[in-house]
């Protein structure tokens, strides 16, 4: 069954960077985009960008170009999201899922906190 | 970009009523539109994709409809289950560029 498994909660200081793992399986890696999506305290849900593990392409809106870096490991079929230059209003719960033209699988979520 | 707009921010209602959801877009996406459902301490789920198509397992107490840029999610009779938080997301580009509307929560009258 296609599973997605991500890292533990993360606590980090303003102007910090956190990397969070999402690890698939149960399905073809190289076959499906990965989607970032989070959900900021109070907030509702924002995508973050977007990676084909095949070939690396990346996609992302605006407000976070820049700011987070999307990478692979199609050795542990893992992706990686980084977000630098963290503040106080990233603090929430970042979810990645499997994109099959839409987001069918979605892992459990990780709690990312910033705080001083 | 394209803006999701959702109505109404809540909608209030009890089990066994019928809940309309509305997602409007700033421009054309086509039937490239999805719906999602989302409880505190949980993952989204996938409910619709393609506007109307249901996604595996999914009850068939929920719809979809539209095309374009007016979007409709249609509970036909509420379950306990059901309340929770509801929102539409695009995909009119390629590759994937998925923005949210703001979401609907529909809550227990």
């Known amino acids: 069954q296609v599973q997605l498994g991500q890292s533990g909660a993360e606590v980090k200081k303003p102007g910090a960077s956190v990397k969070v793992s999402c690890k698939a399986s149960g399905y073809t890696f190289s076959s499906y985009g990965i989607s970032w999506v989070r959900q900021a305290r109070g907030q509702g849900l924002e995508w973050m960008g977007w990676i084909n593990p095949y070939n690396g392409n990346t996609r992302f809106p605006q407000k976070f170009q820049g700011r987070v870096t999307l990478t692979t490991d199609t050795s542990t079929s893992t992706v990686y999201m980084e977000l630098t230059s963290l503040r106080s209003d990233d603090t929430g719960v970042y979810y990645c899922?499997?994109?099959?033209?839409?987001?069918?699988?979605w892992g459990q979520g990780t709690l990312v906190t910033v705080s001083s | 970009e394209i803006v999701l707009t959702q109505s109404p921010a809540t909608l209030s209602l009890s089990p066994g009523e019928r809940a309309t959801l509305s997602c409007r877009a700033s421009q054309n996406v086509g039937s490239y539109l999805a719906w999602y459902q989302h409880k505190p301490g949980q993952a989204p789920r996938l409910l619709i994709y393609?506007?109307?198509s249901r996604a595996t397992g999914i009850p068939a107490r929920f719809s979809g409809s539209g095309s374009g840029t007016d979007f409709t999610l249609t509970i036909s009779s509420l379950e306990p289950e059901d309340f929770a938080v509801y929102y539409c997301q695009q995909r009119s580009n390629w590759p994937p560029v998925g923005t949210f509307g703001q979401g609907t929560k529909v809550e227990i009258k």
């Open positions: 899922a499997r994109e099959n033209d839409f987001a069918d699988y």
């Open positions: 393609d506007a109307s």
